[in-house]
Every structure is written in C-alpha cells, then in structure tokens.
C-alpha cells in the first residue's frame, strides 16, 4: 500500500520535524502505523495523507501520536531512584541548605504520560529532609499533547501502581469514587508542571539541578542526540545531575559530564566548578516562557506546604 518514495517522505517528515529517526528496520512498523491512521481517518492514499501533512498541523500530530512509543511506568528503574534518594538528594541537601530561598529545580524532559514526573515528586517528598522549607518545580515535557493532558490528570488504575508500596499508596494518592483509578495527592501533584516541548528544537528550559531523559535520545541521530546533550549540560547547574536511561550514555559526544556509579545505575554529574555556559543563551526560551494553552501550570511548591 505504501511506496517506497512515501515511506521516506513520511520518514524524512518525522525527522525533521520531531527529531525521531526511523530507519530503514523500522519500514514494517511504519507502513503499518501509517496504515492504521489512514483506515480510522478514510484517507484512500499515501499521497492524500501527505498532502493533508502538509496543510495541517493537526493531522501531523494525530499521526505523531500513533508513532511514538509511550511506555512508561512509576518508579520504572528502582535503581535510579535509590540513587535520587540515598545519594543525590542528600547531597544537594547539604549542598543547598543554607541557601535563601531553598530551591530544587527538575526537568523530567520527555515525560509521557507523567508517571516518571509524578515518581521523582513522591521520592523528593520522601527523601528531602526538611522538604516543607523549599521551593520546589519540576517541569515535565513531551511532544506528546495527548500524553501531556494524561498526565495532568494524574488518574491511574491500581494495575499501573504495582511499583508503589502500600504505605506510599496511601500517602500520596486517593481513589477516585466509583472506579479503579487513583488519583495523585494535591501536594504532589503542585510540585510538578506540565508543557509542550519538541527536544529536537532549541528550548531552553531554565536552570535545572536535575535532568531525567531516559529513552528518548534512543530515536534521535547521533547529531542531534549530541547537541541535545549539549544543551542539557549547559543547562544543569553547577554540581547538578543526568539521567540517560540504561541504553544511552555519552559515548562520542564532547559534553563536559562526570560519571557517577549509584549501584546498578550510572549518572552523569557537572563539576562544582563548570561555568553556567547556557544564561541567557541567545534564541531559547526560558522555564518560564514553556508553556501551554489550555494546559494549566502548577505552581512552584510554597514553603508552608506540607509534603508528609
């Protein structure tokens, strides 16, 4: 159904626009996405999908959507987040404590349907000590608009909480009357900010003292999974942290990281010492120029806000 000269138009379509590299090895996952979009929107040919690409946004991102893989889970690598509790969060502890205001800045860049997003706020909750004394944000972004008003909704079935211990179930969430889902905790719930973002753009998203981009870059070139990296050093602060999942790391690419062994997982932390090359960088948007229509953004976490 598909020809050769469409699947690459498609292929060098999706690349360009949203970084995602579909090789060849990936023609039989393509044709069949593209058929499934055509058969729901009674679209007759290869050439009218394009078209109709071409003309509208809207229909680009509907296709987009069947595209990217959304697999995600809470407390997905338990070895990263013993590392976020048992050693990153008590070192920016010490680091940031006698600091006015207190601030803790994270990016879950690429956070689909917001379990990962919601992970990282329930461990900060649980491991920072003297949590209700910081300003807390972590922005959560994805290409994804669907994904992002899932996650906004913070509602998930108890089969998709399996990862959580009962205590913490309780702790930070709450059934939803009349259905399997359970619902975040508002004081959870307010740490976290939801935004669009395309990672093969340029936006800059504010200094940040932690990064997760766990399998994202997996779909991107080399060169565009570098300047990525690139711009996530620039933008961590001083003594700050990445997160790559397991099969990414900075293999070939110049970023000035250090790695870091937490157990089983590997973390890539910025010296004391580096420079904030990224301030004010030229073109980019700042955290607070990402935003959304349509899609609320939560407020930093306020001092008297209990977290326990």
Same mark, same amino acid.
């Given at each position: 159904?598909?020809?050769?000269?469409?699947?690459d138009e498609l292929?060098?379509l999706?690349?360009r626009r949203?970084?995602?590299?579909?090789?060849?090895?990936?023609?039989?996952f393509?044709?069949a996405r593209?058929?499934?979009?055509?058969?729901?929107?009674?679209i007759t040919?290869?050439?009218?999908l394009?078209?109709?690409?071409?003309?509208?946004?809207?229909?680009y991102?509907?296709?987009?959507?069947?595209?990217?893989?959304?697999?995600t889970s809470?407390?997905?690598?338990?070895?990263v987040?013993?590392?976020?509790?048992?050693?990153?969060?008590?070192?920016?502890?010490a680091?940031?404590?006698w600091?006015?205001?207190?601030?803790?800045?994270?990016?879950?860049a690429?956070?689909?349907?917001g379990?990962?997003a919601?992970?990282?706020?329930i461990?900060?909750?649980?491991?920072?000590?003297?949590?209700e004394?910081?300003?807390i944000?972590?922005?959560?972004t994805d290409?994804?608009?669907?994904?992002?008003? !899932? /996650? $906004?909704?913070a &509602?998930?079935p108890?089969?998709e @909480? %399996?990862a959580?211990?009962?205590?913490q179930?309780?702790?930070?969430?709450?059934r939803?009357?009349?259905?399997?889902h359970w619902?975040?905790?508002?004081r959870?719930r307010?740490?976290v900010?939801?935004a669009?973002?395309?990672?093969?753009?340029?936006?800059?998203?504010g200094?940040m003292?932690?990064i997760?981009c766990?399998?994202?870059?997996i779909?991107f070139?080399?060169e565009?999974?570098?300047a990525?990296l690139?711009?996530f050093?620039d933008?961590l602060?001083?003594g700050?942290?990445?997160?790559l999942? !397991? /099969? $990414?790391?900075? &293999?070939?690419?110049?970023v000035k @990281? %250090?790695?870091?062994?937490?157990?089983?997982?590997?973390?890539?932390r910025?010296?004391?010492g580096?420079?904030n090359e990224?301030?004010?960088a030229?073109?980019?948007?700042?955290?607070s120029?990402?935003?959304?229509?349509?899609?609320?953004?939560?407020?930093?976490?306020?001092?008297?806000?209990?977290?326990s």
């Amino acid at each position: 159904m598909n020809t050769e000269i469409e699947l690459d138009e498609l292929r060098a379509l999706v690349e360009r626009r949203a970084g995602i590299h579909l090789d060849e090895t990936r023609d039989r996952f393509l044709a069949a996405r593209v058929r499934e979009h055509m058969q729901e929107r009674a679209i007759t040919t290869p050439g009218e999908l394009l078209a109709r690409i071409r003309k509208s946004n809207f229909e680009y991102e509907a296709l987009l959507e069947r595209l990217l893989t959304q697999e995600t889970s809470f407390f997905r690598y338990p070895s990263v987040f013993a590392a976020l509790r048992n050693t990153v969060l008590k070192e920016m502890h010490a680091r940031k404590f006698w600091e006015n205001p207190r601030t803790l800045r994270v990016w879950s860049a690429g956070c689909a349907t917001g379990e990962e997003a919601y992970s990282i706020a329930i461990t900060i909750a649980e491991a920072l000590m003297f949590v209700e004394a910081w300003e807390i944000e972590i922005l959560a972004t994805d290409i994804s608009t669907s994904a992002l008003r !899932h /996650a $906004e909704r913070a &509602a998930y079935p108890k089969r998709e @909480l %399996e990862a959580l211990t009962p205590e913490q179930l309780d702790a930070h969430f709450t059934r939803a009357p009349g259905t399997d889902h359970w619902q975040v905790r508002p004081r959870i719930r307010k740490m976290v900010r939801f935004a669009p973002m395309n990672l093969a753009e340029p936006v800059y998203a504010g200094r940040m003292d932690l990064i997760f981009c766990m399998n994202v870059m997996i779909y991107f070139t080399e060169e565009r999974r570098n300047a990525l990296l690139r711009a996530f050093c620039d933008t961590l602060n001083p003594g700050g942290y990445l997160v790559l999942g !397991h /099969a $990414e790391s900075l &293999a070939k690419c110049p970023v000035k @990281l %250090e790695s870091c062994r937490h157990g089983d997982s590997l973390l890539y932390r910025k010296s004391l010492g580096a420079p904030n090359e990224a301030a004010g960088a030229a073109g980019m948007k700042t955290g607070s120029e990402v935003s959304r229509p349509g899609l609320p953004s939560r407020p930093r976490a306020e001092a008297a806000e209990k977290l326990s």
